[in-house]
């Protein structure tokens, strides 16, 4: 499985204006309170050289991996099949079909950007929240237009994939998760949503009008999850964007058996998502929160994980730093401002980003 929001004149520019371009509001959303940049600069990240964190980076992964259930299909065949196609406005939408792992397959919407046939294009995974009208809400199937974040990316020249998370695939989540789990005993429910987020990676590699070099991830709630263990367990990812998912432990529902269990609140576990953003570091990765409301995930209080992240580019990737924190404080939402934050943000640093 481990394998290796300023307005909407910026989202109408075309890809190339952007190329290579940082978004005009990094120091905006990297610069943490002064309180606790204070504390960060006390705390700093000891430089032993690349190499020794490359060594540690690695050792850091393996205990993720030791820990989530680890489990791979490398060889496995696509099996890749056309359920439904429409033709839009600005993109082609495609419900496909595709093997997972033996014995069981995932659905996902893929889009198509117009007019660009013979170009090798950017391309997004893009995942949907615990809602099950949010897998085609995604495509701009359902209403919440501020909600169709696969669709808006597709007319800024994205290929998108949205994949439909497993929880929906019995009765209950609970039902689905023991399920999912059968084949892979001890493994995590994190464990099959990050193995789907790889797997949709190869599927869009299998396309030939994909830039390899050129992937992000983005999610909302469940999906932001999803988008925040994709990044820092595939670094095929180049960029990503994780909105309201609860960027540490404690400030979500971690804990429920499709995500990492009860293990997480047993005397001991020493294990923190700042150690996935150490992991993504190097990486643009943004986080959005709403920071009031209930069931508010991220907000303020999510800035001392990225702030640990922001130690280990300061330390070992060139400057500027790009992982940071956009409030927009409305709460467990996406409103369409912010959404027009996240599509400059991976239009910057995924289509924007040098070719290799």
Same mark, same amino acid.
């Given at each position: 499985?481990?394998? /290796?929001?300023?307005?909407?004149?910026? /989202?109408?520019?075309?890809?190339?204006? $952007?190329? +290579? *371009? &940082?978004?005009?509001? $990094?120091?905006?959303?990297?610069t943490p309170p002064e309180d606790i940049a204070t504390k960060d600069q006390a705390e700093q990240t000891p430089n032993n050289g690349s190499q020794a964190w490359e060594s540690q980076r690695n050792k850091l992964r393996d205990q993720w991996k030791t820990f989530l259930g680890a489990y791979s299909f490398p060889e496995l065949p696509l099996k890749l099949e056309t359920l439904e196609e429409e033709r839009l406005e600005h993109c082609t939408r495609r419900?496909?079909?595709? *093997?997972?792992? !033996?014995?069981?397959?995932?659905? +996902?919407?893929?889009?198509?950007p117009h007019d660009h046939a013979d170009a090798k294009l950017p391309a997004v995974v893009a995942f949907h929240g615990t809602n099950p009208r949010t897998f085609d809400k995604l495509v701009g199937l359902d209403a919440e !237009?501020?909600?169709?974040?696969?669709?808006?990316? =597709?007319k800024q020249g994205f290929v998108v994939i949205c994949p439909e998370n497993f929880?929906?695939? *019995? &009765?209950?989540?609970?039902?689905?998760? =023991? +399920?999912?789990?059968?084949?892979? !005993?001890?493994?995590?429910?994190? +464990?099959?949503? $990050?193995a789907d987020g790889m797997r949709a990676v190869d599927v869009l590699l299998s396309l030939d009008n994909v830039d390899p070099k050129k992937i992000g991830a983005y999610g909302h709630s469940l999906g932001a999850k999803e988008a925040l263990y994709l990044a820092a367990m595939d670094d095929r990812i180049c960029a990503a964007v994780a909105s309201e998912g609860g960027i540490e432990i404690g400030f979500s529902n971690w804990d429920a058996v499709w995500y990492l269990g009860s293990d997480v609140n047993k005397e001991g576990f020493t294990r923190k998502h700042e150690e996935l953003v150490s992991l993504i570091a190097g990486r643009p990765f943004l986080v959005l929160g709403g920071e009031t409301g209930r069931g508010c995930a991220d907000g303020e209080r999510s800035w001392p994980a990225l702030c640990a992240g922001q130690k280990v580019w300061q330390a070992f990737y060139p400057e500027p730093v790009r992982i940071g924190l956009l409030n927009h404080g409305q709460g467990h939402a996406l409103p369409w401002d912010a959404g027009e934050k996240v599509i400059q943000w991976l239009v910057a640093y995924v289509a924007g980003r040098p070719g290799e």
């Open positions: 499985m481990i394998r /290796c929001f300023v307005s909407l004149f910026l /989202c109408a520019l075309s890809l190339s204006t $952007l190329a +290579a *371009q &940082d978004v005009p509001w $990094l120091a905006e959303v990297t419900l496909v079909r595709y *093997q997972a792992e !033996p014995g069981r397959t995932v659905r +996902a919407y893929l889009l198509f !237009p501020e909600r169709h974040m696969g669709l808006r990316l =597709a929880l929906w695939e *019995q &009765d209950s989540y609970k039902a689905s998760t =023991a +399920a999912a789990l059968k084949p892979h !005993p001890g493994s995590k429910g994190m +464990a099959v949503m $990050l």
